[in-house]
């Protein structure tokens, strides 16, 4: 089988072509630069040049995954779709209203996000359910004609309906829909008994806004890209990344587009989980810094870490995550002394239009780039494997103009004092990731990947007190090798509030198999086979009582002693313990919800075969003068990544060059090549 991955960021498009089809497998990479947001043209040129240099047509490729990130863009720009949203009568300014969580607590003019249904597109129901799911006040005929005509005249392009304890009994919601859909054929509606169905009516009815939100645009995202593939010939099956880790068809993508929000950053950790397994690294953070921002998640035995909800932009999404930390620092970012002489770095960027001022295509501002530039950490000549030139003088001129000029520092200092505080932000969004949620980085690997993670990851894991940092072989197009090492995935959820000590198995059971059965309906929809599936089962549980909740895993519920509730709430227990760092097990414990995740098995791309293993140190193939840091000035000795073998050394400085991404090793840090061709850098060198 021959397997493309194409992962979209602000600044370039990464892909990665895998041909299985010979007795070596053969992998072939490209960087293009990223078109227009949400043209898809990146791709389609990505495809075409990595087709050409594989020497097959795009028609031989056998699957096609791809992340990208239209969906968050949409959101982050507030260039979604006219969106309407069906609440119950009184409820009109829910998501005015929020949660009361003030930005800034002390502030007196902090300003909530705009919520992205504004109130003149809401449109109130005369019924009620209440808490127990029974019906109050009828959705009466005349009700329905009325609220899917008000609908009508708002013109929207998707429509969002969350109903009071709609999550206990659908069937008012249902009813709306059905009357809106014949109306607007072709609209799309989205209920909040089927995005959510959960508890807590300000997140359930915001991730069901969200969705109606970013709904159209992914649709259309996913039209073009339908249509850009088959003008190129390819006709392989499409599967998209989702925000838990998983991927979708286009049918289901476009089910519950709120699963796709995410999409971009899934597919690194996915490859970073992946290879810790591989490597056997028990603790792990991954790093993947590109041309506009970070991403940061933590990986624990080889198991990516998930949150059940989030936020973004200050508002929530309530649908399981990969845990992942995201802050605009990346190559692009624009350095700035602001008003009080204090250096700024981010959050704008140049991103790839005008770029960095190195670029030479009009950009005047000093971004990360231009620093690494002036300190000697990027070879001008060797950027994108010496495909595009980058202009020193340019970038001097920036720096000294944006930085070093207003603070009365030196030029090497200067941008030295950029990668600082860039790095300076980055750690801080490690610690917010690891140390507040109850891991401990020492002891840590940090896997630095994208086209700029390598270069400031020795920096951050030297100032974090890390293990080691890890480079990947390809950190450039790293995220996207990540999209084609996952499978099929779908979720459900229902509510289900029972005391631990007091619930029976056949009262569980058969929720939890009604949940596999509409995982089961939609996996047959994907075309999955039935020796292709399979589910996990977990409950969100927590301390009668109490507020938070932690999701702990169950057992299949298949045959007899399938379920110990006094295990179960044990697994509760040192969970919290692990969480929050106290437990008392003679509390009481409930469900709150339940949860099944529906698995479909995707064959995963062969590895290249490993060359063996050498000793001794590697061939250096020539030598620069770097700026590391306030040291000053050293010779630093320079490799090429496509000459290191297994098991040779790299003792620093040293500066590692390929196509994709650059490579430092600072003064005092050793590296040495592993197997899957990673470099492994020791912080503390033996």
């Given at each position: 089988m021959r397997y493309l991955a194409a992962d979209v960021g602000g600044t370039f498009t990464d892909l990665v072509l895998v041909d299985g089809s010979a007795a070596s497998p053969r992998v072939f990479i490209d960087k293009v630069p990223s078109q227009a947001t949400g043209s898809a043209l990146g791709v389609r040129e990505g495809i075409q040049r990595l087709s050409a240099k594989a020497g097959i047509a795009a028609g031989d490729i056998d699957l096609f995954v791809h992340g990208f990130t239209v969906g968050t863009n949409a959101f982050l720009t507030r260039s979604g779709a006219k969106a309407a949203l069906v609440v119950t009568q009184g409820f009109r300014d829910l998501l005015l209203i929020g949660n009361q969580m003030r930005p800034d607590l002390y502030s007196l003019t902090a300003r909530k996000p705009a919520p992205v249904v504004p109130r003149s597109l809401t449109v109130e129901a005369v019924e009620r359910v209440d808490a127990f799911g029974q019906v109050v006040t009828a959705l009466t005929s005349a009700e329905i004609e009325r609220v899917a005509a008000a609908v009508v005249a708002l013109k929207p392009e998707a429509v969002a309906i969350c109903l009071a304890f709609a999550h206990l009994n659908p069937a008012h919601e249902t009813k709306l829909a059905e009357a809106i859909q014949a109306k607007l054929p072709g609209v799309p509606v989205y209920l909040s008994a089927k995005v959510n169905p959960q508890i807590e009516e300000y997140p359930r009815a915001n991730t069901t806004a969200v969705a109606a939100y970013a709904g159209p645009v992914i649709d259309r995202y996913i039209g073009r890209l339908e249509t850009n593939l088959k003008e190129v010939g390819l006709g392989g099956p499409l599967r998209l990344m989702r925000s838990d880790g998983g991927v979708a068809t286009p049918r289901a993508a476009r089910d519950n587009p709120a699963h796709m929000l995410l999409s971009g950053p899934a597919g690194g950790v996915i490859a970073g989980a992946d290879l810790a397994k591989a490597l056997d690294?028990?603790?792990?953070?991954?790093?993947?810094?590109?041309?506009?921002?970070?991403?940061?998640?933590?990986?624990v035995d080889g198991v990516p870490t998930m949150v059940r909800e989030r936020e973004i932009d200050g508002q929530p999404l309530r649908l399981p995550t990969i845990d992942i930390e995201t802050i605009s620092a990346g190559g692009g970012s624009i350095a700035r002394v602001d008003i009080g002489g204090a250096l700024r770095v981010g959050p704008k960027s140049a991103g790839a239009v005008p770029g960095p001022a190195c670029y030479g295509q009009g950009g005047t501002d000093a971004t990360v780039t231009d620093a690494g530039v002036v300190m000697g950490l990027l070879d001008p000549n060797e950027y994108l494997g010496g495909e595009m030139r980058l202009d020193p003088d340019l970038a001097a001129k920036a720096v000294e103009r944006s930085v070093a000029t207003p603070l009365g520092l030196g030029l090497e200092e200067a941008a030295f004092g950029i990668i600082s505080v860039a790095n300076a932000n980055m750690i801080q969004a490690i610690?917010?990731?690891?140390?507040?949620?109850?891991?401990?980085?020492?002891?840590?690997?940090?896997?630095?990947?994208?086209?700029?993670?390598?270069?400031?990851a020795p920096y951050m894991a030297r100032d974090l007190g890390m293990a080691e940092v890890i480079a990947p072989r390809n950190p450039g197009v790293f995220a996207a090798q990540g999209l084609l090492l996952t499978d099929i995935r779908h979720a459900a959820q229902a509510p289900f509030q029972r005391n631990i000590a007091r619930l029976k198995p056949d009262e569980i059971g058969p929720q939890l198999t009604r949940l596999k059965a509409e995982l089961d309906h939609e996996l047959e929809a994907d075309g999955v086979p039935t020796t292709e599936r399979y589910f996990h089962f977990a409950a969100d549980m927590r301390c009668v009582g109490q507020f938070h909740l932690l999701t702990i895993p169950l057992s299949q519920p298949n045959g007899s002693g399938w379920w110990d509730g006094a295990r179960v709430a044990a697994e509760f227990h040192a969970a919290h313990e692990r969480s929050y760092g106290h437990a008392d097990p003679s509390v009481p414990v409930e469900i709150v919800n339940l949860r099944v995740d529906g698995f479909g098995k995707i064959q995963r791309p062969p590895q290249p075969p490993e060359p063996a293993f050498v000793s001794g140190v590697a061939q250096a193939v020539g030598s620069r003068r770097v700026y590391f840091d306030r040291q000053g000035w050293s010779e630093a000795k320079i490799y090429r990544r496509d000459l290191l073998k297994p098991g040779q050394e790299i003792p620093g400085p040293a500066i590692v060059m390929q196509r994709d991404s650059t490579i430092v090793v600072l003064p005092g840090q050793r590296g040495r090549v592993d197997k899957r061709a990673v470099i492994r850098i020791a912080i503390k060198a033996e």
């Open positions: 690294v028990k603790g792990m953070v991954t790093f993947d810094m590109g041309g506009t921002s970070a991403d940061f998640s933590v990986i610690r917010s990731l690891s140390v507040e949620r109850g891991h401990d980085v020492r002891g840590f690997a940090i896997l630095a990947f994208g086209g700029a993670g390598p270069l400031y």
